[in-house]
């Protein structure tokens, strides 16, 4: 069974960091391509960021650019999202979630995890 | 960036009928939408890639089609656990995009 368990949320100043990770497990993870989707409070999902099958190839979306990073350590099955300079507008609730297909570099979410919030408050 | 938009915002229905949700992008896509359902408090789950391949499990009352700008997801005989939100996503171009989602709720 496809089980991706995001942790790492919780309350952050404005300016702050906040490093999110994915654990994965019930499938070879070295395989897909994973990625990042956030969703604000009552608003529809919004993809942040993939990463491929061997990290060779990035995509952010613009608002994030400078300010996260995506990193995979496919030995030890994990995806992580460290996040700088956050501001109230990153506040949502921070899905991983996994490629329909493997080898390939898609961003067609098929499995997803139940998600992490993240709020950025003083 | 290409804008999905979707319609109607909100569907009201009731149990046993048809619904048919509209989602219209920005430029041409090809086939490349996906279909998303979305409960209360859970992530996001494929319905439909390739604006008409049912993902696993699925049951066979929902289908998608179209291609190009215009598409379509049909519910044919709604259940009482179809109750939810649906996004359409692209995944032609990067950044990849969702619409804003249409409801629907119970009539």
């Known amino acids: 069974e496809v089980q991706l368990v995001e942790s790492g949320g919780g309350l952050v100043k404005p300016g702050g960091s906040l490093r999110l990770s994915c654990a994965a497990s019930?499938?070879?993870?070295?395989?897909?391509?994973l990625s990042w989707v956030r969703q604000a409070p009552g608003k529809g999902p919004e993809w942040v960021a993939s990463i491929s099958s061997d990290s060779a190839f990035i995509y952010y979306v613009d608002s994030v650019k400078g300010r996260f990073t995506v990193s995979r350590d496919n030995a030890k099955n994990s995806l992580h999202l460290q996040m700088d300079s956050l501001r109230a507008e990153d506040t949502a609730v921070f899905y991983c979630a996994r490629d329909r297909h493997s080898g390939t570099f898609i961003g067609l979410l098929e499995f997803w995890g139940q998600g992490s919030l993240v709020t950025v408050s003083s | 960036e290409i804008v999905m938009t979707q319609s109607p915002a909100t569907l009201s229905a009731s149990p046993g009928e048809r619904a048919t949700l509209s989602c219209r992008a920005s430029?041409?896509?090809?086939?490349?939408l996906a279909w998303y359902q979305q409960k209360p408090g859970q992530a996001p789950r494929l319905l439909i890639y390739?604006?008409?391949t049912r993902a696993p499990d699925i049951p066979a009352r929902f289908s998608g089609s179209g291609s190009g700008t215009e598409f379509s997801l049909t519910i044919s005989s709604l259940q009482s656990e179809d109750f939810a939100v649906y996004y359409c996503?692209?995944?032609?171009?990067?950044?990849?995009?969702f619409g804003q989602g249409t409801k629907v709720d119970l009539k």
């Open positions: 019930g499938f070879p993870f070295s395989g897909y391509t």
């Open positions: 996503q692209q995944y032609i171009n990067w950044p990849r995009t």
């Open positions: 430029q041409s896509l090809g086939s490349t």
């Open positions: 390739g604006a008409s």
